[in-house]
């Protein structure tokens, strides 16, 4: 970065005024994009998959991170690894985007040979003072928390994961990540930039609006609302919700499935929210019915109505855990005005499709409330990028979360330019 743009960056950074969405160039500009890029996927710990995802040894996954390239596999003694996807020789990209299996890493230009550990196996004609040991894969940092990978680039990783960690495998525990399937992948391109991603994410000010098939199972009053301005039915509502969450939680703990708000989304390098709710009607999965998708419940867990565990990371991830199945979902940039939404459905790994579940019944909540989502980013971007745009403040009551993550970014860039 220039002296110029960093100076500039930083400037935009410390008027930032609280409570307001950004200014335009944090949405728009292609130096901050790469700042971005460099600062906040480069430096913290990145949401990118589920260990089922590699689950057989010489498995392996390609996520693309910007312009950084990680395999994620798992070796022969089961331990999952990552590392840099750039050839030793003479850089290739030795292994395409996606999920593949691999004996050993194999460059496709002139065959250099790595095992599954990123040791250098075979390396042809070069010569006796040649040293394969200093030629072995570059390795990424990886940590498994209960069985959902992230990875992260820089070479001193920020610690605090390990307190997200002992919070989150208690909490993750009961729906046994590790012993699901991807009964469904999908890909969306949101025609946005990945912070209006993120904020559009952390409320649902927009879900009445929005959302008709989510709004279903999922109550939009979990996510807040202004006391005193409701109508009679949303009043009811909303009474409804905090009572029933309040009853719930008290359950599910006697139950032994950790429940209630642990929340760190801007105080922490590694920040993270989690928190059970409750699912409307019949209190099981977040389908078009609220009924179970999977017949096969997940952990071998007893009840059915244990409603879904939510998580959420910054920078880049959320996800919800039901008893029968989860959704998980990873937010990885493209460039300043495009972002790539991964989303995976998991069920238990015993689990056939049209026999223990109907894979539109699974997927199809889902599947619309993304498309609603990036409509909605698509707009913001518009917006973002119309000459006449001004931050506007958020709302205290439904949009406290996005200005957590706002303020996170804010100070996460802040400190990386210090
Ligand atoms: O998926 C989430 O994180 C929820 C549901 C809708 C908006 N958001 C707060
Ligand atoms: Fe990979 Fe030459 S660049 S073997
Ligand atoms: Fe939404």
Sequence with gaps: MSGQTKESLQALLARRKPGHALEAPFYTDQDIFDADMKYIFGQHWIYVGVEPDIAEPGDAMVVNIGKSSVIITRDDDGEVRAFHNVCRHRGARMVPEGKTMIGNIVCPYHSWTYGLDGDLKFAEHMGEDFDPKCRGLKKVAIRSIAGLIFVCLAEEPPEDIEDMARIMEEYLAPHDVRNTRVAFESDLIEMGNWKLTMENNRECYHCGANHPELTIPLFAYGFGYAPGTLDDEGQRDADRYG????????????????????????????????????????????????????RIPLGGLKDKSVGGLSFWTQPNSWHHFMGDHIVTFTVLPIDAGHTLVRTKWLVHKDAVEGVDYDLQHLTEVWQATN??????????????????????????????????????????MKAALA
């Design 243 to 294: 009572e029933l969450a309040v009853a719930c939680h008290a359950r599910w703990e006697g139950e032994g499935l950790p429940s209630r708000e642990v929340e760190h989304l801007d105080d922490r390098i590694t920040g993270f929210r989690t928190e059970r709710l409750p699912i409307d009607r019949s209190g099981e999965s977040q389908t078009l019915d609220t009924k179970a998708a999977c």
């Design 371 to 412: 498309q609603q989502d990036a409509d909605l980013v698509e707009i913001s971007q518009q917006g973002a990028d119309d000459p006449s745009f001004e931050p506007g403040p958020y709302s205290p009551y439904t949009e406290g979360l996005v200005e957590k993550f706002s303020a996170w970014y804010i100070g996460r």
